[in-house]
């Protein structure tokens, strides 16, 4: 991303090409520019976001989750949260939303290049790294990936279809958690943590990538500190409220960082250098 | 006047003032403190400089901060249409304008917009207004009550940032050039200038010494800042200070450096609508409240922190100097005492 570029806040026409239901809470919107010859110059980065708007209903800040191994589309995925996420969530394909971006500080997919990595996602914390995680397996040489996915109970389990490759995957092993069972499941029920301590990884040639709610985050980068994860190796990003999304409205403050631009993505030991007792 | 003798100082007889600002006023709108029948003296458009006397001698409530910055701008409009979403910009370019009589700390506040809407990602819209303004300065020979910007190193006289200063030296104005914007509006108007003589840059620094002397409050801002920096402001501060912010963000709008804002939708219609940016405020209950109620600056007392940090703290870190610039506007406007001077005089205290 240039620093030379310059912002004009007017979002681009997006046309829905197709929504996939993850779950009761969130959808995948898979979108193309309306501006065919800017839809194929679009590129972005796997933990970069878009600011998405709906007529009405302003501008909220949504991350990649598809790969730009995968060009011709991008898919955001949205959780019910309140006015313009509900209001997404109406919408059908051949609608349209307005998109400006790509914008913050990306996972650097060429450090992780050859690397083994441990995805540990809660809930909607699994959309940037399913990015990141499709990224890698669409890239020759990648290493081994440990993802761990929990959720609040079986029915509320997204991606799916990813899923489902993820656990036929030779190079992947994929475990997945419920806070609470429902009948017919026969997996682990607990928190992501508990699963930390079944996997089989080595903290030296590891990358650690963890999203989901603060707590969740929180309690993962101590589990993972004391797996023996360096700081440096422990990748996370942050959520912030946003309205900007260059640097300069202010609203993503996290002490002296603004997230949109300084992240969203930040490693451990970036974060220790702020005041956490604030997450 | 060739172009090397540019460096130097001129003079301009105050009773050439009028015609070189009629002048000016031709290819420019012109923007001047002026005082109106509440008394109330504030920086505006001058349309007939005969009609209104320009002020130089009060400090303007208002600075220029929303000239550049106002604190209510569309930035589109939007439109639902067989065509689809769209979102179009509507406003005319802004007209060029020399700002005049703008004081050192107004200038330098305008410096620290320059950087945080320009020194990254370029915002389109401050940029507009922004590249085709010309300040001219008027340095400060007696600083008004709750000035302070010699403790911030942003006044009362400065040596660079501004395109034109005017030093007022009695009977007519010393002016140094320094943009080379203020280089072309001299050139262009050579005939009111005269080139300045020795005695009046020696009366020039008479008066600097004169006003660096004429601050009436105690303000140690960087033992605050060391301070802050060092960890060593304790918690009874910021409580103390809290307990009496009444979330009025008055302080933030009257803050020439206080720059943050939020964007929402206004509907015109049931398929149209203007996209706004307004002011904002970082100590505003809700500024940084996520979806789902979750909000990580829940308390006033962090509220106030923010406000706080960012000046004394962020910026000195980001930027090597506050992004307070002492012109102690927050101190006149607080009723709850909870201005900027209070906490850098508490922040000091052992
Ligand atoms: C970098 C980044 C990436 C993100 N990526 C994703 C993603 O991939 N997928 C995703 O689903 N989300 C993502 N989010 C979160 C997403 O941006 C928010 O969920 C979204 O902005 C919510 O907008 P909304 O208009 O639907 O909700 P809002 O209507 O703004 O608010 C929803 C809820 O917030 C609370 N609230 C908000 N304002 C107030 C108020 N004034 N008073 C009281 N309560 C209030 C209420 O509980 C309300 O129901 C991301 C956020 C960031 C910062
Ligand atoms: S703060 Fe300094 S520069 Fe500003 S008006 Fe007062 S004396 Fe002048
Ligand atoms: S914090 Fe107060 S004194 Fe400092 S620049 Fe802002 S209004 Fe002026
Ligand atoms: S969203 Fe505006 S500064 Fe980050």
């Not at chain 1, 239901?21 to 009761?24: L, T, V, Y």
């Not at chain 1, 928190?191 to 508990?194: E, K, N, Q, Y």
């Given at each position: 991303m240039s620093l030379m570029r310059s912002e004009d806040y007017l979002p681009r026409p997006a046309v829905i090409q197709k929504i996939i239901?993850?779950?009761?809470q969130i959808k995948t919107f898979v979108l193309a520019l309306a501006d065919q010859q800017a839809n194929q110059a679009f590129t972005y980065r796997p933990g970069q976001f878009m600011m998405v708007s709906l007529p009405h209903r302003g501008e909220a800040p949504i991350s990649f989750s598809s790969t730009p191994t995968r060009p011709g589309t991008i898919e955001l995925s949205v959780r019910r949260a309140g006015s313009l996420t509900a209001a997404m969530h109406a919408l059908q394909a051949g609608d349209q939303v307005g998109l400006r971006g790509p914008y913050g500080r990306p996972f650097v997919m060429e450090d992780l290049q050859g690397r083994d990595l441990l995805v540990v996602a809660g809930g909607i914390g699994l959309a940037p790294l399913r990015s990141v995680i499709n990224g890698c397996l669409d890239t020759p040489g990648h290493g081994k990936l440990t993802i761990l996915y929990g959720s609040r109970?079986?029915?509320?389990?997204?991606?799916r279809g990813d899923i489902d490759i993820w656990q036929h995957h030779p190079a992947v092993t994929c475990h997945l958690t419920v806070d609470a069972p429902e009948p017919g499941w026969d997996g682990p029920v607990g928190?992501?943590?508990?699963l930390l301590g079944q996997v089989k990884v080595d903290p030296a040639s590891s990358t650690a990538l963890v999203c989901g709610p603060p707590v969740m985050i929180a309690a993962v980068l101590t589990a993972l500190g004391k797996m023996g994860f360096a700081d440096e190796e422990i990748l996370t990003t942050m959520e912030r409220h946003m309205k900007c999304g260059i640097g300069v409205c202010r609203h993503c403050h996290l002490d002296s960082k603004l997230v949109c631009v300084d992240g969203p993505v930040f490693s451990r030991a970036q974060l220790k250098k702020l005041q956490m007792d604030r997450l | 006047m060739r172009d090397d003798a540019m460096d130097q100082a001129f003079i301009l007889a105050k009773d050439h003032l009028k015609s070189f600002l009629r002048k000016v006023k031709k290819g420019h709108r012109l923007v001047a403190p002026v005082t109106n029948q509440h008394n109330d003296t504030l920086f505006c458009t001058i349309n007939h400089l005969d009609r209104v006397p320009i002020n130089l001698t009060e400090q303007a409530q208002n600075g220029i901060k929303s000239f550049l910055f106002p604190q209510q701008e569309t930035l589109a409009t939007y439109a639902v249409s067989a065509d689809g979403y769209r979102f179009n910009r509507t406003d005319v370019r802004p007209e060029p304008t020399v700002y005049f009589g703008v004081r050192p700390c107004d200038l330098m506040a305008v410096l620290y917009m320059d950087v945080v809407f320009m020194g990254g990602v370029k915002d389109q819209h401050y940029l507009e207004k922004r590249q085709d303004s010309v300040l001219i300065g008027l340095n400060c020979n007696a600083p008004f009550a709750?000035?302070?910007?010699s403790a911030t190193k942003s006044g009362p006289f400065l040596e660079t940032g501004f395109d034109l200063m005017f030093t007022d030296l009695g009977d007519r104005f010393l002016v140094e050039v320094g943009r080379p914007k203020g280089r072309e509006m001299l050139q262009a108007w050579q005939q009111f200038f005269t080139p300045a003589e020795a005695e009046d840059t020696r009366a020039q620094y008479q008066l600097s010494l004169e006003a660096m002397a004429g601050f009436r409050l105690d303000v140690y801002a960087d033992q605050a800042i060391q301070r802050l920096a060092a960890g060593l402001v304790p918690e009874s501060v910021w409580e103390q200070l809290s307990l009496r912010c009444q979330d009025c963000a008055g302080c933030a709008y009257i803050c020439p450096t206080c720059t943050c804002f939020t964007i929402v939708d206004r509907p015109a219609g049931p398929d149209c609508g203007e996209r706004l940016r307004s002011w904002d405020a970082c100590t505003f209950a809700g500024f940084t409240r996520l979806a789902g109620g979750h909000n990580p600056v829940a308390h006033k007392i962090h509220a106030i922190q923010t406000r706080f940090l960012h000046k004394l703290k962020y910026d000195v870190d980001k930027h090597g100097r506050p992004s307070c610039v002492g012109c102690g506007r927050c101190v006149g406007i607080c009723f709850g005492g909870t201005d900027i001077v209070r906490f850098i005089k508490m922040a000091g205290e052992d």
């Open positions: 239901a993850e779950n009761s109970v079986p029915s509320d389990i997204a991606f928190l992501v943590t508990g | 709750n000035c302070f910007c």
